[in-house]
DNA sequence: ACCTGAACACCGTTCAAGT
DNA sequence: ACCTGAACACCGTTCAAGT
């Protein structure tokens, strides 16, 4: 490797190789020295960019925010949630260090807006009044949130072999008598665990409860 | 303060301490180091307890799991879901930590269990076929993790005044032609993020959208 | 078994200095 | 402005040693 201290450097670049890190070896992981290493650079030169660790945090919430696909005109409003709902999980999928990313730093950006106005715009436009329309938004967004979050905490319990043996263990050692419900749906949580269909389920739910409200 | 390097250290006293010091500065800012210095004892010392850092954070989540009151008996189904629900959130308010060990860390353990079974049990004894039991409790979870999380978050944002000013700032510095639902909106996105008045109007929806189903 | 102390390989960040 | 290098106050964890 050439050593590469020109004017290389420049605040994209770092998010870029910053978001690299985080997808690679998780969010939890990462470190400035680590990016700092990875661009070749002293740690201190990346302090040129960003004031700190949670300024560079922010930066890539933004960035990784910037992607949403825009909302889908000309369909039914439910279509609209729905398609929201599913990409902004999907984003969440791609980019698991996005969720913590969410639950860890205030916000901030235009970014975050854009996300909001798209839903909030469906909404209006299907003649919610404006208190439902933000209460509308606030328990679809959560919902994505919670349920990303644990789609990912699930799958990464999958990859880990140790830890997807102990899980194993602990659900076959609960004795019948004491948890009969769990013993006898363990293979249905199992099997429903994450996935699209699960996701789904709950949208719709939510988007039934909605359309039983607006009719 | 006496020195107390007797028989006075104990698995649950670890844990106790660990939990204080997670809910005064934050799971972030925990650390073995803390609470080794809290009990007055060396970093290794603890190590005799726990194998490492994210054994300690297991024993932290099982025993605040263990703190979740059982499910109230000789009411209907939906209103047993409902307190289910919210006294789930209620724990996590109470212990905003809860929410970072139970998307940052593997289950294990029969707290875990004993939560699963309070609401499945619900749903199998209100005629929830074995899959649909699976996915409603799967969904009903996600959303009170989803949305906990992001009240705890939007209330750590209120409480510290210089993040509380650069979202003020953030929103009113939107141009109404580029994002006019969020502008709109913004004082009902204020009144209406968290408290139990908006965790109720996401939970009515997803119970509202059940009963059309069970009907 | 229960706990200590020194050591290792990390962190984020400050400070003074170079260009 | 852009970047360096040394230093500070932290981490989790290993290892060898004490009782």
Known sequence: ???????????????????????????????????????????????????????????????????????????????????VCRSLRLLMLQHPCLVQLLGGRPLSGHETARVAEGLLGVLRAAGFAPEAAARTHTTLFTYVLGSASWEIQMAAERRDPEAWRRLRVSIESLSAREFPAVVELAPELARTTGGDEQFDYGLDLLLSGLQARTA
């Open 1 to 83: 490797m050439a050593r590469t201290p020109r004017n290389t450097l420049s605040a994209d670049l770092i998010v870029r190789t910053a978001l690299e890190l985080m997808e690679a070896k998780g969010a939890g992981a990462f470190s400035l020295r680590g990016v700092a290493a990875e661009l070749e650079v002293g740690p201190m030169a990346l302090y040129t960019y960003f004031r700190n660790k949670d300024d560079l945090y922010d930066a890539v919430r933004n960035h990784l925010m910037s992607l949403l696909p825009p909302v889908p005109p000309e369909v039914p409003w439910p279509d609209q949630v729905r398609a």
